[in-house]
């Protein structure tokens, strides 16, 4: 199978970017791991800031894809640069791809919050991550018909944190924590709701404005301090250990759930294709661009572009954006190299 353009990645960056790239009458390849488009918004309920359903975004995505060549439930298995400004890229289906440009649209993963064994993910049924709170939402059960008496949120669970080695800051779970604490507390009127957090980081348009809602016409509370245990009591509600940083006070609070706000980290099930190509990746394991202000998009290798999260944490707004200069930059470079 020959194409202009082949894009790894079935999520928001690697849609939105074969879509544009397509509208320039390129011949498009996205390859997608699972058997369904979308990524992690497949899995989410409903966005941030304003609560726009994700199934709605995904639908308006995959709808815009235009002419574009989608192969579900495959993957690369090996690539290689070719002397002729060609790549040649196996798929685990056996299927050969020749190209003139490579897209990682890789995205990121979740921190696996088990890793944290302190807080007890995997080992007590009432402590959840952000991810399996929106599975929740999506299917309509919230934390059940009872309501709880009380939640605790617990930021930073895999980020800014040295231990695990992951010193970043993951942009996106601060905003992620406050919608999903007006979700429940929506659900839960009379429900006592806590965020336990290091920094509160709201870096968008109107997220201020929702933390300042959060608080004023949820009551929903934050804490400043780091959990640093979560153990279960023979009841099976769950006790938390913290330290409240602004009045250096220890802290113990028994909960009906706690939500561990999980943090992004880079995808390294890709790292033996980012190594056949001699892409360079940071020590986070999220691939470098080739010039971080004015060529976000472009890779130290010619022909080879990245988008989205592969770089680092974004939210979906900045990765649509980023995947329509990324549609250019490959427009760019393939008339460059077409033309001689
Ligand atoms: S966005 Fe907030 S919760 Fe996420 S890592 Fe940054 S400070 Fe922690």
Not at 40 to 66: C, M, Q, T, Y
Not at 91 to 99: A, Q, T, V
Not at 194 to 201: K, N, Q, S, V
């Amino acid at each position: 199978m020959e194409g202009d353009v082949l894009v790894i990645g079935g999520g928001p960056a690697g849609m939105e970017t074969a879509s544009r790239i397509s509208d320039f009458n390129r011949n498009v390849i996205l390859i997608e791991k699972e058997r369904e488009l979308g990524g992690h918004i497949l899995k989410w309920d409903r966005l941030f800031p304003d609560g726009v359903p994700a199934s709605d975004v995904n639908n308006n995505l995959k709808e815009s894809l235009g002419t574009t060549k989608v192969l579900l439930g495959n993957y690369l298995i090996s690539i290689e640069k070719r002397e002729d400004y060609h790549f040649i890229a196996q798929l685990n289906s056996g299927e050969i791809i020749k190209c003139s440009t490579v897209v990682f649209a890789t995205g990121f993963k979740l921190f696996p919050a088990q890793k944290k064994q302190e807080y007890g993910y995997g080992l007590y049924e009432r402590v959840i991550t952000n991810a399996d709170l929106e599975t929740r939402f999506k299917k309509g059960d919230g934390l059940g018909k009872e309501s709880p008496k009380r939640i605790g949120f617990v930021h930073c669970v895999g980020s800014r944190d040295e231990k695990i080695c992951n010193k970043q800051c993951s942009k996106l779970c601060c905003i992620t924590a406050i919608k999903q604490a007006i979700e429940l507390k929506q659900l839960y009127p009379d429900t006592e709701i806590y965020c336990f957090y290091m920094d509160l980081r709201m870096y968008g348009r109107g997220y201020e404005d929702l933390y300042l809602e959060a608080q004023l016409k949820y009551g929903i509370r934050f804490i400043r301090g780091r959990v640093s245990e979560i153990s279960q009591d023979q009841s099976g509600l769950v006790i938390v250990k913290a330290e409240d940083t602004l009045s250096s006070r220890p802290l113990k609070i028994t909960l009906d759930w706690v939500i561990l706000m999980a943090g992004i980290i880079s995808e390294r099930e890709n790292d033996f294709l980012t190594q056949q190509l001699s892409l360079q990746l940071g020590e986070d394991g999220f691939i470098n661009s080739v010039d971080p202000i004015q060529k976000t998009n472009q890779t130290n290798i010619s022909g080879v572009f990245v988008t989205g999260s592969a770089t680092g944490p974004k939210t979906l707004p900045e990765v649509i954006n980023e995947a329509r200069s990324t549609a250019l930059s490959v427009n760019e470079y393939l008339n460059r190299v077409k033309n001689g």
